[in-house]
């Protein structure tokens, strides 16, 4: 028997609670057409990148009907979503700033080698990137000229075909655990610093979804996910689960 999996959006309801301050992209991936627009704005943020983040698509499919609801399927073979043509609009990833980035996955392939997201390139300056290992190991990286952390995190814990919370932030200004990765609202892991920083700059490339400069492809669903420049708190982080069944900004 095929087992039945909750919807984590199906019965989502407005987040009336969230701080909008630092806010700098929402992607709730429910349009039909074209681009996958950054609705921080029109949800109440003030300090939203704006269009320049809205995500230029290539074969991806809209409004999945898999489950989250109002995903986007990327099929792991030549699929991506290219956040504009700024280089410098993501600099707070690399910069020293702090942030946030939250996002619903179902992944597809839990055994392929694949990029969640990236501004990196082979070189791994001035860039920050999720990627998942043949092994199901997801590997974290933030880069300036030096490097902020470079670190494996083991297994991802993700079950292939369940969508999950997944909630990353960077403090750098944490004495230990700068870096801290959770799931489903609990915290999972966390990563301290790696060698000493250089001078930020721009990014080689644009940020993108699902892709590394044109390689490493993913195969998963995701749906609202969201890019702060702060750290959210643990109730905001709880609030955003809602016991599994997602919520709106």
Same mark, same amino acid.
């Given at each position: 028997m095929t087992?039945?999996?909750?919807?984590?959006?199906?019965?989502?309801?407005? &987040? !009336? /609670?969230?701080? *909008?301050?630092?806010?700098?992209?929402? /992607?709730?991936?429910?349009?039909?057409?074209?681009?996958?627009?950054?609705?921080? &704005?029109?949800?109440?943020?003030?300090?939203?990148?704006?269009?320049?983040?809205?995500?230029?698509?290539?074969? &991806?499919? *809209?409004?999945? !009907?898999?489950?989250?609801f109002n995903t986007m399927n990327f099929d792991g073979t030549n699929d991506d979503a290219v956040a504009g043509s700024s280089l410098s609009q993501f600099n707070f990833f690399q910069d020293g700033s702090k942030w946030t980035i939250?996002? /619903?996955?179902?992944?597809?392939?839990?055994?392929?080698?694949?990029?969640?997201?990236s501004n990196a390139t082979g070189a791994n300056t001035q860039a920050c990137k999720l990627a998942q290992s043949a092994s199901g190991q997801f590997h974290h990286g933030v880069y300036d000229s030096g490097i902020w952390f470079d670190s494996n995190f083991g297994s991802s814990g993700m079950v292939q075909g369940s969508p999950y919370l997944l909630v990353f932030t960077f403090d750098k200004d944490e004495p230990t655990d700068k870096f801290t990765y959770y799931r489903n609202a609990v915290?999972?892991? $966390?990563?301290?610093?790696? $060698?000493?920083?250089?001078? !930020?700059?721009n990014s080689a490339v644009a940020f993108r979804l699902f892709s590394?400069?044109?390689?490493?492809?993913?195969?998963?669903?995701? !749906?609202?996910?969201?890019? /702060?420049?702060?750290?959210?708190?643990? $109730?905001?982080?709880?609030?955003?689960?809602?016991?599994?069944?997602?919520?709106?900004?």
């Open positions: 087992p039945f999996i909750v919807n984590p959006f199906r019965f989502a309801v407005s &987040a !009336s /609670w969230v701080d *909008y301050s630092e806010l700098k992209v929402y /992607w709730k991936f429910n349009e039909s057409s074209g681009d996958v627009i950054n609705q921080a &704005a029109t949800v109440g943020s003030t300090d939203s990148l704006g269009a320049g983040a809205d995500l230029q698509i290539t074969g &991806a499919t *809209y409004d999945n !009907s898999n489950t989250p939250a996002l /619903w996955l179902e992944n597809n392939d839990i055994s392929s080698e694949q990029i969640i997201y915290e999972i892991a $966390t990563r301290d610093q790696s $060698t000493t920083q250089g001078t !930020s700059a590394q400069g044109g390689y490493y492809f993913g195969n998963a669903n995701i !749906s609202e996910m969201s890019v /702060w420049k702060r750290i959210l708190t643990d $109730t905001e982080i709880t609030t955003l689960y809602n016991s599994g069944n997602g919520i709106e900004l």
